[in-house]
C-alpha cells in the first residue's frame, strides 16, 4: 500500500512539471530550457547518431534511398519491356495450347471441324449463338 502512494505522488508530480513545461513553452520563455536541454541530451544524442550513422545509411541505400542514375532507370525500363514481352508469349502460347488442342479434336472421330462465323449473340438466360452456317454443312443444335 505505501509503494502504491509513493507511485501516484511520484505520478503526479512528473504529470505537473509536463504540464508547467508545455505551459512556459507555449508562453514562449522555454529559450533557456531549450538550451540546458539541448547542453544535457546532445552530447548523448551526437553519440547515438555516430553509432547509428552506418547502418541507417546502409539500409537507406539498400531501400532506394539514393536516385537511380541513368544507367539503372535504362535497365529498369528494359525490364518493363521484357517482362511485357515475356507476358504477350505466355499469353501466345496458351492460345496455341488451346488451338492444337481444337485442331486434334477430328482425329478423336467425335467431331469435324467446319469453319463459321458467329454473326449474333443472344441475350438472357441461354445465351445462344447465331452462325452463318447451317445444315447443309451438318450443324445441327
Request: proline share 2%; no cysteine.
Amino acid at each position: 500500500m505505501h509503494d502504491a502512494r509513493r507511485t501516484h505522488v511520484a505520478l503526479a508530480a512528473l504529470l505537473v512539471l509536463a504540464l508547467a513545461l508545455v505551459t512556459v513553452d507555449y508562453l514562449g520563455g522555454s529559450g533557456a530550457l531549450r538550451s540546458i536541454g539541448g547542453a544535457v541530451f546532445g552530447g548523448a544524442e551526437r553519440g547515438v547518431r555516430t553509432l547509428t550513422s552506418p547502418i541507417s545509411g546502409f539500409v537507406e541505400r539498400g531501400a532506394g534511398g539514393a536516385e537511380p542514375t541513368g544507367r539503372e532507370q535504362a535497365l529498369e525500363r528494359e525490364l518493363i519491356r521484357l517482362k511485357a514481352r515475356l507476358n504477350r508469349e505466355q499469353l501466345n502460347n496458351r492460345k496455341y495450347g488451346q488451338l492444337a488442342g481444337l485442331l486434334r479434336l477430328p482425329d478423336q472421330g467425335r467431331h469435324r471441324i467446319i469453319g463459321a462465323d458467329v454473326i449474333g449473340i443472344g441475350q438472357g438466360y441461354q445465351q445462344a449463338v447465331t452462325l452463318d452456317v447451317g445444315s447443309d454443312k451438318g450443324v445441327r443444335l
